[in-house]
């Protein structure tokens, strides 16, 4: 058990990847007649699917950041780095390899479908952002954590200016970072503002985990924040509005998901750090430690990836609640046991990906 270790982290990504198993298997199966966005259950559903994805981007900050700053007292900061950007290239090219339709290329068609941008690519390119950030702040963490902060801020804050932005005459793979509008799941703006969010918070835990008042500090400031950010940053932006006709916040306060999801991160984030210590030993902790396998594998089951051939394309929007219910629940319990007893550690994949990175490199060099 390794004392600096944020093992609350874990059990929220553990929390956070059940979320989307479930969420992905009923949105994708269950049949349209039975989306009743007037029925309580349903709209409970959605609601809290809706809280996974900023979940996942806030850790994914927490966490890297988290370990990138404790690397200087260890003295392997470019080491950290160098994990750090190997890293954030190969969830970009997972990201791409599963949605490649290899069927589709072996028969000369070549879809646009390959270059959609998910949340692997945007995960990747966030993790790459903040290690550039973290350099060109000459690795001094009290600068890097105001720029992360503003930066997060201000990227919620535009939103509504890049709403709707026309990159038409961008080409696909980058406009796909930056709009849905050719079909894109997720853009680097503005998911990168919840990692840079995640960032700020590891920097706390980095300058003042070890005092004696933090844990009951951070979760006080967990739950008041994020209370105020779920229930009045809405009244709050429009307020601002009404006191300086500044249409921008206006529109913020009028679709502020984006801020009252942030509120909902941080109350999870006090919920668990707050049970930390009945969770360290737990199932749920090593759930937490293979996100990236289960995401891999819930993929080719349910959407078919790279065959083709998924719980989507058989079964489609086919079924009622009950058998929505049951299959999540079986579906949820058979992705976690392939990654946990049948696939390896996370750490097992980076590590193997770095050598036959480390190799690339070496004998590129010796050319």
């Known amino acids: 058990m390794k004392p600096n270790r944020l093992f609350f982290i874990d059990a929220v990504r553990a929390f956070a990847i ?5 969420g992905h298997f009923v949105d994708t199966l269950l049949a349209v007649e039975y989306r009743d966005e007037s029925n309580i259950i349903f709209q409970i559903w959605k609601y809290f699917r809706g809280i996974t994805a900023p979940t996942f981007f806030t850790i994914s900050g927490i966490i890297f950041t988290y370990l990138l700053m404790r690397s200087k007292k260890n003295g392997t900061s470019n080491k950290r780095i160098k994990k750090g950007i190997t890293r954030g290239i190969m969830l970009i090219a997972i990201g791409y390899t599963l949605r490649a339709p290899v069927f589709d290329w072996i028969q000369g068609v070549f879809r646009d479908y390959f270059l959609i941008v998910d949340v692997l690519q945007c995960i990747g390119l966030s993790l790459l952002i903040t290690v550039l950030i973290y350099l060109a702040t000459f690795k001094k963490s009290a600068v890097f954590s105001i720029i992360m902060f503003l930066l997060a801020t201000i990227v919620f804050l535009c939103e509504p200016l890049y709403r709707s932005l026309d990159l038409s005459d961008t080409p696909l793979f980058l406009a796909n970072y930056l709009t849905k509008s050719n079909g894109s799941v997720f853009t680097i703006i503005p998911w990168f503002g919840y990692t840079a969010y995640g960032a700020f918070i590891a920097t706390l835990f980095y300058e003042f985990l070890e005092k ?9 400031g967990l739950a008041v924040i994020g209370s105020a950010l779920i229930f009045k940053s809405s009244w709050f932006f429009n307020w601002i509005y009404l006191k300086t006709d500044f249409q921008l916040l206006k529109d913020v306060a009028y679709y502020n998901y984006l801020f009252t999801r942030l509120g909902n991160v941080l109350v999870l984030l006090g919920l668990f750090y707050l049970l930390e210590r009945y969770i360290k030993q737990s199932l749920i902790l090593k759930i937490g430690q293979k996100t990236l396998s289960i995401y891999i ?48 550690t996370n750490h097992f994949v980076y590590q193997q990906v770095r ?6 490199i070496n004998s590129s060099q010796s050319i």
Not at 18 to 22: C, G, K, P, R, W
Not at 320 to 328: D, E, H, R, S, T
Not at 330 to 341: D, G, K, N, P
Not at 355 to 360: A, L, M, N, T
């Open 297 to 344: 594998i819930h993929f080719v089951i349910i959407y078919g990836s790279i065959s083709g051939i998924g719980l989507h394309q058989v079964l489609g929007k086919s079924l009622n609640p009950y058998q929505a219910v049951i299959g999540a629940i079986l579906f949820v319990t058979t992705v976690c046991a392939l990654s946990l007893y049948r696939v390896k």
């Open 18 to 22: 059940i979320m989307m198993l479930q």
């Open 355 to 360: 050598k036959f990175w480390d190799k690339r």
């Open 212 to 220: 004696p008042r933090f844990k009951l500090a951070l979760l006080s």
